[in-house]
């Protein structure tokens, strides 16, 4: 219900969606952001265009439910600083979320005017809400909140763990972080390409959860560097946010041949090397004047097809066993990659990499879609005798990503799923474990997902462990 | 006796409501004859259409005559009965029992009681009665019938003689109050009275006594009665003791709450003991019986009938520009002593000297006389009721608005309305002792002095503590307060509301919204609180009520305020007023609540007596606060501390000497604030909506004070919106008058707090409410927690559920577009498994029947002639949209319902027409061609979205089609009006279906109705006048633009406006000659089979269908930018994104109905006819939460036992008018041939009153062959002579003719789209035709062309909402020319006042010279707001005062060549001296140069 605006009821139809990006000769030049941040004008006239209308779609869609319609509003009077607060109060990261949420497939895919009128850029306005905010001085207000007394301990300092610990910091609890690398983050600061999201983002909000008095313990590995018995010692709760580092392979044979390379560390190798941070575990791989094959049709994918063409493969082609309309991956990052020159080879399912010592190409076979399952997902049927060799200097493996949580959680009750995750409870505690003084989210609870689900996840522990403590 | 009153339903016996034709006839000069009392029984004969009659076709709904005493025909039957009679003596018709014992105790009592007062009963009189002119149904319920002679004492003068029968006759009525039949009519040495219930031919038969030619009178009022009760009633029959009343009385309520708080203020001296004849007003019976009590009591305390009157009925004095201050300063005065009984009234009364009519302010019911040569005064709600030769016609009028009119029989004095007023104002000098006594709060000095002072100081964390502890959410500050803030005016949505009512949700809700504003809809009919403002009063008085009867000074003691929303400054004023000796005492609401259970009853007893003390002590105001929060402490919600207070007080009689003023943090919106009001606060200080007002003014960088002032201005308007509807114009009537109904609500709450609302199925406890507002407390003064988001106007994720949430959207849209069965059952799964949200979700249907198989259930086809889709017009819906679910429709077999606004002509005929044409308030696009081409005629008389109010269609919206449909011009802001102007009462609506069915007699009439208490009663009502299809809405609502208040606020579930309207209809045998549609948020098979099994035997669908086109529930629709393109006229929306087609609606339909199958075969019903009303397939589920379980649903399923065997659906393929309209048949068969050989013709007819819709048939007729117009080239010409029916030349085709030498009654030329209409008096008349009424009310109501010339007057509201026709009149009554879109009006002589309001196409002529006074010029009496005017006199520009002289002639020429008016005449031959005489009027947006061609 909202008010009526003559003056600009029309503004989805007299202003388009806009969503300005560098032209790819230029961006695939450098791993800097391709988007073009908003101003004040432009991120109001794409607010205005939002129906307001009686069903948010997008807030219902959005899986941490933010306030998009109200906030939209709020920038569209150019009241930033209650839209800032407002976006804040859902997400803890939505200056991130802006950036790498697939937005297509959550806020703007559910948007009413994604029907033919262009969905409101959502994401870029939220960016810029927390962006634009930020850079004029502001703060989360905590100014009324009182101390309780509590602690928890987060391993992790990936999204869960810092949506845990921003709502235990907002009521009065002290979160401290535990985490193995030496920047908060987890796979947002070292996973994801620095195009999607530029790594000064990470040092600031970093700032602004110390501010909020959230403490980060970097370099430290829990179960190695300090013991689980002794968090649950110091502290009245642990929260798990350790993420699914373990990757899916293949199956196939050549896996193990040289010039074949899982996704995750290939990416964090570059983004060290992108920051010169060193190589830590995972050492820089350069996909220079390589012919590269990309397997898989997901997000990570994605970021491999995108960063080998930053460094300046001869050619990127992404394979992938189901049609176009079928994979999983964001709709813009597949139109961001093909900009920058990525083919995409559909229907080709993956049998073997072959090659003497080394890599020296794929074989493929060729597929057709079956029936739709009950999630509208067609499963693909390979089609005999349609085996071909493609010929390739380097495979980048991009299957996903299992759980693999740390064994010694099993001494402390907590259990898991066969499928290696740690099981929580549903309603009323959400992300208590078996063990009622330890939590857990994100990945390690609900398997590879976003990191807007993490985000939830970890914030609803926090209020799981603030309900347990009657707090 | 039958009396018996089910308690195990809805129904409920309060719900009576009355309407009816009324009349009066007096020799002025007090001449008696028996001849005149055979005139009124006459007359009244005549009037038998505006009264009902009983399912058995014989019983009416009673009539009767209030007769002055016929002294020689008492003196002679007494004589007959040995009964003595003294020189002053009185005598009655008394009601006995029919059980003998009980008849004999009645009597003895009465005896006894008049024996006390001193008085004689000289004797018992059987009165003769003839039991077979009653009917059935009468007859079961006949009491024994008999006269009771008194004697009065030697030294007693008549007053105190009657008096002390008032005396003797209200005690023996206390004493006997448990026998239902026992009764006196009137007791009184002045009047007596005749009634019963029959049919008015048959009062004679039934009393032979009235045939008797010694029987004779010089006075005689009488009555015939429609009542919308079902349970006719001997005693209702009017007249009562002193009067008839035509009309209903709004206000009721609220007058029977005061007249008991004020009890001790009736003390007369002339009374020995007030407390014997309290409560003076009966809260039984109905609305006029208690107009009567109350006069009663005034005339027996010793005033006369002219300050009564004034008293109870003033005009609308506040806003009259014409007033003198002397009248003004007596009505204002006046206004001090006693609130308005509000509502359309016409009364007739007589004290047995005078003999007087009254109208109410707004003039709603007709009254026309007639004075013949023999000094004959007849007054009736029509005129033609006696034949005069015209040569015996001396003078006839109308009383106009707010106007009374009397006879003095003893001195044979006529008193016209301005004898009357100057009386009034001269009897005390009214303006010095206002002058001396009374204040406004505004110039009261007050400590605080500073703007700064007047700020809430609340700010910050405090603010958002408040926030937190009184629920007001983000949502709530976002779209309800800061456009009150921003632009004085409520917020608009649409899509209705989805969520479930307060006792059925999971969220924390207020008290508020646990009550339902009540509207007015048929026995009444909403006021336009805009265009007609002028009626409208928020105006409060603070000081004490003192003694009714003394007419002293000190009455005018009183501070007045013009709001009853109170702002800072004002508070503090209110506060400051000792200085006056009104002194203040706080009560704060807050306690200390236990964990061991609630003690909020207690807490609530305790503020009671601290009121009651404080008033003892000398205390005037009582302020209930809630405003000092404390961490340990919760308050009495303010509602039930105020409606508890108000009650305790009344029932004291002590509230009359306090106000209550409540400041509290807890009412906020329009409806909020109206409730705390309508449960006895006489102020309200909402103090957390202005502190929160404030911030949002500080967040803009706005003024505060501005947004302060502009939130108090649009709660103001709000509130005169929310009284509006239920027709009451002021609020002091308004207050304490409950008008509301409580849904879900337990009696331990209601009996203390709103002891008298309607309440109907229980529910929440004072435990839940003090649990919820524990856990708002808690959370308030938690800084972590944050002001909650809102979620009850839109989805909010974990906020209240919306039965249209994204999900169920969502899932719908899956299934239309595959047409794949998985996905309705994902959305019927949804649907039928949602947390329960509806009653429906509480009530499971039966699982252990045998079930049958699929097959052997009737199949889709019979089943989808039971399913319409609800009207949404065009302008509402794209054409696509509409078009798309009438092609739908019509390929499954069902029905689309046309909407308001008319329908292309290319789409009659072909499978893109809409079965259902509907007839809205607005009459947009309804013409004859439009009527004849439907199988069903719905009268639309409310919407779920907004019932009681208007709607408007913006001038963005309305582009070339929707005007060529609306017959107007593209950009032309379009009004729909509150009320049908035609029906302000049930016998209207009764002679709308008459019309509609002259018309059209193939289509079948439906009328509309909203889920509301006592619409049970409505219905029966309207199936008496004779609908043939009755749909029930429930509170949902669709695309209208609707206040929020009133889209969240108003209406009830469709669940229990179903029950109680099947229930009813069994109980009074109607049952089977109406048939039932249930409407309202049905989805799916399971809500169709629940609706069948409650009693619908038809189901209608709005929502659904247009999600199924691809509706997203965006909640826009108001603003024309739709983006699905399913509710907007934008052409890009339109064109290219509106992705609906016919087949996903019938898709929908298709699965909807198979589910229906699948569940009919479980139950084991093979047809739809044998589920309808079988409620014992259904039980009653327990809920899920405390609320839900504290839930009776009992009364929605209840059958009572008298019901038992009667039937369950209709089974009469229509309603058939008791009128069969036998003359317009002949009409017909007299000019068939020429109009299917288009002859043309004349033909000669003699017309009476009771000829009505004259010329309709014929029109019909013309309309099916030819369409609107194409018969205009060969016209036939009725012509009439004498008085024509109501409706003459309703919905008149081109072909048709019609010219009457007489008068003719309301509703001339309405809908009228081509012919002429042509009247003027009898050629042998005396009287000037410009001086006297020849039409009455509302004529040419929806015209959209054709010409009307009128010698004479016409009645209110001439050319409302004309969109067409031209029309020459000699004068015309208040509210010309309103909501005019089209056409010309031409005036030869005065208006009423109002004129032009809401007129926004056409012009207007109107002749008025310079006035004699410069302040009652015409400029006075237009409603500027949309219009503006210009003397023609050259001002208009040379070039365009020619043209319209010219035209302006041509007009006047026609008219008098067609009439031959010598008014007309001498306009002719003096025009050029006239015409600077003439004003033209015009909608401010027309040019001059255009307008002309475009009329022309």
């Known amino acids: 219900m909202s008010v009526a605006k003559p003056d600009n009821n029309f503004k989805f139809l007299t202003s388009e969606r806009s969503l300005d990006k560098q032209a790819a000769p230029d961006r695939v030049t450098h791993f800097n952001e391709i988007y073009v941040p908003f101003d004040e004008q432009s991120a109001a006239d794409q607010s205005g265009r939002c129906l307001g209308c009686g069903n948010p779609y997008c807030e219902w869609k959005c899986p941490v439910h933010n306030f998009i319609p109200d906030w939209l509003a709020l920038v569209e009077e150019g009241r930033l600083m209650e839209a800032a607060e407002l976006s804040n109060r859902t997400n803890s990261l939505p200056e991130i979320c802006g950036r790498i949420c697939p937005q297509d497939r959550l806020c703007e895919g559910a948007c009413t005017l994604n029907d033919g009128l262009g969905a409101v850029t959502i994401g870029s306005v939220e960016k810029y ?190 394979v992938y066993r189901r049609d176009e309309a079928n994979m999983p991956g964001s709709r813009a990052e597949l139109v961001n990659a093909k900009e920058e020159g990525v083919e995409f080879l559909w229907n080709r399912q993956p049998l073997e990499i072959v090659g003497d010592d080394k890599v020296e190409g794929l074989k493929v076979v060729r597929t057709e879609l079956g029936p ?98 009657d707090l | ?189 002045h009047v007596i009275s005749y009634k019963g219930l029959v049919m008015p031919a048959r009062l004679p038969e039934l009393f032979p006594d009235l045939g008797d030619p010694r029987f004779t009178s010089s006075i005689c009022i009488y009555h015939q009665r429609f009542s919308t009760n079902t349970s006719p009633s001997w005693k209702l029959a009017q007249p009562f003791r002193y009067l008839a009343h035509n009309g209903e009385i709004n206000t009721v309520q609220g007058n029977r709450f005061w007249a008991q708080a004020r009890g001790s203020k009736f003390a007369s001296p002339l009374f ?133 009119l009397a006879v003095d029989t003893w001195t044979g004095e006529l008193l016209m309305p301005a004898d009357i007023d100057r009386m009034l104002a001269q009897r005390h000098p009214y303006e010095s002792w206002l002058k001396q006594h009374s204040h406004y709060l505004t110039d009261i000095d007050c400590a605080a002095k500073s703007q700064a002072e007047f700020g809430e100081g609340i700010h910050g964390d405090s603010l958002r503590t408040y926030e937190k502890f009184f629920n007001l959410t983000y949502e709530e500050l976002t779209q309800v307060l800061r456009p009150l803030a921003d632009n004085g005016q409520e917020a608009t949505g649409s899509m209705g509301d989805d969520t479930p009512m307060a006792v059925l949700s999971r969220q924390v809700r207020s008290i508020y919204d646990y009550f339902r ?75 200390r609540p236990l964990d061991d259970g609630s003690i909020l009853q207690q807490v609530i007893e305790g503020i009671c007596s601290r009121a009651e003390e404080a008033i003892r002590a000398g205390k005037t105001i009582i302020i209930l606060s809630d405003r000092t929060l404390d961490r ?37 919106d329009p409806h909020q604030i109206a409730t705390l009001i309508g449960f006895g606060a006489t102020a309200v200080y909402p103090f957390l909506a202005l502190a929160a007002v404030e ?59 709103f002891e008298g609302v309607t309440s109907r199925i229980s529910g929440s406890r004072f435990i839940d409410f003090e649990n919820d507002q524990r856990h708002l407390a808690r959370n308030a003064w938690k800084a972590r927690k944050v002001v909650e988001q809102g979620g009850l106007l839109k989805y909010v994720h974990g906020g209240e559920y919306h039965a249209y949430n994204p999900d169920i959207v969502r899932a719908l849209h899956g299934a239309v577009r595959t047409g794949e069965q998985r996905y309705y059952d994902e959305f019927a799964s949804l649907v039928n498994h949602r947390p329960p949200a509806t009653l429906r979700d509480l009530i499971g249907i039966s699982n252990d029947q045998t079930p049958i198989p699929l097959s052997d259930v009737e199949p889709l086809e019979a089943i989808i002639q039971r399913f319409d889709s609800a009207g949404m017009s065009l302008g509402a819906l794209s054409p696509e949209a509409h078009e798309s679910l009438a092609i739908a429709m019509n390929r499954l077999g069902g029905r689309s319902n046309s909407g308001e606004g008319g329908e292309s002509i290319d789409r009659y005929g072909n499978e893109r027409t809409s079965k259902i044409k509907q007839v809205a308030s607005g009459r947009f696009g309804v013409t004859p061609h439009y009527l004849v081409n439907a199988e069903v005629l719905q009268i639309k008389i409310a919407q779920g979205a907004k019932p009681g109010e208007g709607g408007q269609l913006p001038g963005d919206k309305v582009n070339d089609l929707i005007a060529t449909l609306r017959y107007t011009r593209p950009g032309v802001t379009l009004i729909s009006p509150p009320p049908h102007h035609d029906i302000y009462s049930i016998e209207d609506l009764a002679q709308l279906i008459f019309d509609l069915k002259q018309v059209n007699p193939e289509a079948l009439v439906s009328v509309k109705l909203v889920a509301q208490a006592g619409i049970g009663t409505i219905a029966a009502g309207v199936a008496k006048a004779y609908a043939d299809l009755i749909t029930i809405s429930g509170y949902d609502g669709g695309t209208a633009a609707s206040p929020l208040t009133s889209v969240k606020y108003a209406g009830i579930p469709f669940e229990m406006g179903l029950a109680e309207t099947h229930q009813t209809l069994r109980l009074n045998d109607l049952r089977d000659k109406v048939r039932i549609q249930a409407d309202g948020g049905m989805k799916t098979g399971l809500d169709v089979i629940k609706a069948a099994l409650l009693g619908a035997e038809s189901f209608g669908f709005g929502t659904a269908p247009m999600v199924a086109l691809g509706c997203k529930y965006l909640r826009i629709c108001h603003l024309n930018n739709c983006a699905t393109g399913v509710a907007t006229q934008n052409d890009e929306l339109r064109k290219a994104h509106y992705h609906g087609l016919p087949e996903m609606v019938e898709t929908y339909f298709r699965f909807v109905i198979e589910e229906t199958r699948q569940i009919m075969a479980s139950l084991g019903i093979s047809t739809m006819e044998a589920l309808i009303g079988r409620t014992d397939l259904l039980h009653l589920l327990p809920g899920e939460t405390d609320k839900q379980g504290h839930l009776d649903l009992s009364p929605v399923l209840a059958v009572d036992e008298s019901a038992h065997g009667k039937p369950q659906f209709c089974s009469s393929p229509r309603n058939e008018p008791f009128d069969k309209g036998e003359k317009a048949e002949q009409m017909v068969n007299d000019t068939l041939e020429a109009i299917d050989n288009k002859l043309g013709g004349i033909f000669n007819y003699e017309v009476q009153n009771i000829d009505r819709s004259i010329g309709a048939r014929i029109s019909g007729e013309i309309a099916k062959r030819y369409g609107n117009l194409g018969m205009a080239d060969c016209p036939i010409t009725l012509k009439l002579r004498g008085t024509a029916g109501q409706s003459l030349g309703v919905w008149n085709a081109g072909g048709l003719n019609l010219e009457l030498e007489g008068d003719a009654n309301d509703y001339v030329g309405k809908g009228m789209a081509g012919g002429q209409l042509v009247l003027y008096p009898p050629r042998a008349s005396l009287f000037k035709s410009h001086q006297t009424t020849i039409m009455g009310n509302t004529c040419l109501y929806g015209a959209t062309g054709g010409t009307l010339y009128a010698a004479g007057l016409a009645g209110e509201r001439f050319g409302v909402r004309n969109s067409g026709a031209r029309a020459v009149v000699e004068g015309i009554g208040d509210h010309g020319c309103e909501y005019m879109t089209g056409g010309v009006v031409t005036v030869l002589g005065p208006t009423g006042i109002n004129f032009g309001a809401g007129m926004t196409g056409g012009f207007a002529f109107v002749y008025e010279p310079e006035p004699e006074h410069a302040d009652h010029g015409f400029e006075t009496k237009v409603n500027h707001e949309l219009v503006e005017i210009h003397r023609m006199d050259g001002r208009v520009g040379d070039s365009q005062t020619a043209r319209y002289a010219a035209f302006l002639r041509d007009e006047i020429t026609h008219f008098t060549a067609a009439t031959g008016s010598d008014w007309g005449q001498e306009f002719l031959d003096n025009f050029a001296e006239r015409l600077p005489g003439f004003w033209l009027i015009k909608p401010k947006i027309s040019e001059f140069e255009t307008m002309l061609e475009q009329v022309v």
């Open chain 2, 1 to 189: 006796m039958y009396n018996r009153t089910p308690h195990n339903g809805l129904y409920r016996p309060e719900f009576e409501h009355d309407s009816c034709g009324f009349g009066l006839i007096a020799q002025m000069d007090g001449v008696v004859s028996h001849s005149l009392v055979q005139s009124a029984i006459d007359s009244l004969a005549r009037l038998t259409h505006r009264g009902a009659i009983a399912a058995d076709g014989k019983t009416g709904d009673g009539c009767g005559l209030l007769i002055r005493k016929p002294d020689g025909f008492l003196r002679a039957v007494a004589a007959e009965s040995d009964i003595k009679l003294e020189e002053l003596y009185a005598a009655g018709v008394v009601f006995l029992n029919s059980d003998e014992t009980l008849a004999s105790r009645a009597r003895d009592e009465l005896n006894q009681q008049l024996a006390n007062e001193g008085l004689t009963v000289a004797g018992w009189r059987v009165v003769p009665v003839n039991p077979s002119a009653l009917g059935e149904q009468a007859t079961r319920s006949q009491p024994q019938i008999e006269q009771i002679f008194v004697n009065g004492d030697a030294d007693m003068d008549e007053v105190d003689f009657n008096r002390h029968l008032y005396f003797a006759r209200r005690r023996t009525e206390k004493v006997l109050a448990d026998d239902d039949s026992f009764f006196v009519t009137a007791l009184s040495c």
């Open chain 1, 129 to 318: 809400i927390t962006d634009t905010a930020l850079k004029q001085g502001w703060q989360p207000d905590l100014s009324d909140v009182v101390p309780t007394g509590k602690r928890m301990a987060i391993i992790g300092a990936g999204p869960a763990g810092l949506g845990c610990a921003d709502i235990l910091a907002r009521n009065g609890v002290e979160a401290v972080v535990y985490d193995r690398y030496d920047e908060i983050g987890g796979l947002l600061m070292f996973g994801i390409p620095g195009f999607k999201l530029d790594k000064d983002v990470i040092t600031l909000r970093r700032k602004v959860f110390e501010n909020m008095g959230i403490k980060f313990q970097l370099n430290t590995e829990v179960g190695k560097d300090i013991s689980m018995e002794q968090l649950l010692d110091k502290y009245d709760g642990v929260f798990l946010g350790m993420g699914t580092y373990k990757f899916v392979d293949g199956g196939f044979p050549g896996e193990g041949l040289p010039g074949v390379y899982p996704a995750l560390p290939y990416l964090i190798g570059n983004v060290r090397e992108q920051l010169s941070m060193g190589a830590a575990d995972s050492p820089f791989i350069d996909m220079k004047d390589k012919n590269v094959l990309v397997l898989g049709g997901g997000d990570t994918a994605m970021d491999c097809n995108r960063t080998a063409i930053r460094q300046g493969a001869r050619s990127v082609s992404c």
């Open chain 1, 372 to 469: 739709a399952d009950l999630n509208g997902r067609r499963s693909p049927q390979p089609i005999p005798g349609s085996e071909e060799i493609i010929a390739a200097d380097a495979v980048l493996v991009a299957f996903g990503f299992r759980p693999n949580p740390p064994h010694w959680l099993e001494q402390f009750g907590v259990e898991f799923h066969k499928d290696g995750r740690v099981k929580v409870q549903g309603t009323g505690s959400v992300g208590q474990t078996s063990n009622p003084r330890i939590f857990a989210g994100g990945d390690m609870s609900r398997g590879s997902d976003l990191v807007v689900t993490a985000v939830h996840d970890g914030r609803n522990a926090a209020y799981a462990f603030l309900d347990s403590m």
């Open chain 2, 632 to 668: 340990e402490q919760i308050p009495v919600p303010a509602l039930m501390a105020t409606g508890a207070v108000h009650h305790h007080l009344t029932r004291l009689g002590i509230r009359g000497d306090a106000q209550v003023v409540v400041e509290t943090g807890s009412a906020r």
């Open chain 2, 695 to 753: 911030q949002i003014a500080e967040g803009e960088q706005k003024d505060p004070q501005t947004a302060c002032a502009n939130y108090i201005k649009g709660i103001n308007k709000a509130l005169f919106k929310i009284m509006s509807k239920m027709g009451i114009s002021t609020i002091a009537s308004y207050r304490g008058a409950q008008l509301f109904e409580a849904v879900g609500l337990h009696d331990e709450v209601v009996n203390p707090c």
């Open chain 2, 272 to 404: 020995d003991n007030v407390d014997d004849i309290l409560p003076v007003v009966n809260s039984g019976g109905s609305d006029s019986q208690s107009l009567d009590n109350m006069l009663d009591v005034l005339l027996s305390g010793g005033m006369d009938i002219f300050r009564a009157m004034q008293l109870m009925i003033p005009p609308a004095w506040q806003n009259d520009p014409h007033m003198g201050e002397d009248l003004r300063a007596s009505h204002r005065y006046h206004s001090m002593i006693s609130e308005p009984w509000d509502g359309p009234a016409g009364i007739v009364l007589t004290d047995g000297r005078y003999a007087a009519c009254r109208t109410d302010r707004n003039g709603l019911r007709p009254a026309r006389w007639v004075i013949t040569t023999d000094r004959t005064i007849t007054l009736a709600s029509e005129t033609g009721v006696i034949d005069y030769p015209p040569e015996q016609v001396l003078r006839k009028g109308r009383l106009k608005p707010g106007e009374m």
């Open chain 2, 517 to 591: 504003q009540s509207f007015a809809q048929v026995t009444n009919p909403p006021i336009d609180p805009l265009r007609e403002n002028i009626v409208m009063s928020l105006t409060t008085n603070f000081g004490r009520f003192r003694n009714v009867f003394d007419e002293i000074p000190e009455h005018a003691a009183k501070v007045t305020t013009d709001t009853p929303v109170l702002s800072r400054r004002a508070f503090q004023q209110m506060q400051a007023l000792d200085q006056l000796g009104l002194s203040a005492e706080m009560i704060d609401l807050h306690y």
